[in-house]
């Protein structure tokens, strides 16, 4: 039982490059998350999915998008990188929404750097 | 907006000594969640308090949830250097069940 699967760990971009990081959870759960860690800034959420097909902004999205075309996968695309968007970079998924007795299972992590 | 605060940001012990992070909301939570990350590592799930004056304990750790839902605690009594990482709060975003709202951690130094 892997869980939730990230790659690349580390990856350096150029300025305009385009990307994208890999998620994939075996846990069958139907909620993902994409979210971004700058230093001493917490958790910041970019989108998220209740399902395949089901995609939904967070408070940062802009310069990302998001697709799922299955319960597994949750591909984060970055279009044209910009030096703003260096983070460490957490992909998560949890069962259902968080009434209760729900958490979150992280990746571990994908640490990104334009320059 | 809402918000999540959590108190101190930074917080460096000598191993033995106690230790606390405060958790505070301004809005009602229909409950609270806390993780741990381990520096260069990832967010891993603690605990969550449902139920108004909760009190939770694994072993060093003591979780509180507040009588009015609004504030949290952790306190970890005789840190030792596992101990180390940061230590997040987050709870359900009013109105939206489906995202967390994340306090921005505190970070804790343990002095062997």
């Known amino acids: 039982n892997a869980g939730v699967t990230q790659t690349p760990k580390f990856r350096i971009l150029k300025i305009g490059q385009s990307m994208t990081l890999q998620c994939t959870q075996d846990m069958n759960h139907n909620y993902m998350y994409w979210y971004r860690q700058d230093p001493g800034m917490g958790l910041k959420l970019i989108y998220y999915?209740?399902?395949?097909?089901?995609?939904d902004k967070g408070e940062v999205p802009n310069g990302y998008n998001v697709s799922r075309s299955t319960t597994e996968d949750f591909p984060l695309r970055l279009e044209l990188a910009a030096p703003s968007q260096t983070s460490v970079y957490f992909c998560?998924?949890?069962?259902?929404?968080?009434?209760?007795?729900?958490?979150?299972?992280f990746g571990s992590g994908t640490q990104l750097s334009v320059l | 907006g809402q918000q999540v605060m959590q108190i101190p940001q930074y917080q460096h012990v000598q191993e033995g000594e106690d230790f606390t992070t405060y958790c505070n909301s301004s809005t009602t939570l229909s409950n609270i969640q806390w993780y741990k990350q381990r520096p260069g590592g990832h967010p891993v799930f603690l605990i969550q308090l449902v139920k108004s004056g909760e009190v939770k304990k694994q072993k060093r750790l003591t979780f509180q949830f507040g009588e009015a839902k609004k504030n949290s605690s952790l306190h970890i009594t005789a840190t030792q250097t596992t101990d180390v990482g940061t230590y997040f709060c987050?709870?359900?975003?009013?109105?939206?069940?489906?995202?967390?709202?994340w306090g921005l951690g505190t970070s804790l130094a343990v002095n062997p």
């Open positions: 998560a998924s949890s069962y259902s929404g968080f009434v209760s007795n729900e958490k979150l299972f």
């Open positions: 987050a709870g359900p975003r009013a109105g939206n069940n489906r995202k967390l709202i």
């Open positions: 999915s209740v399902g395949a097909g089901i995609t």
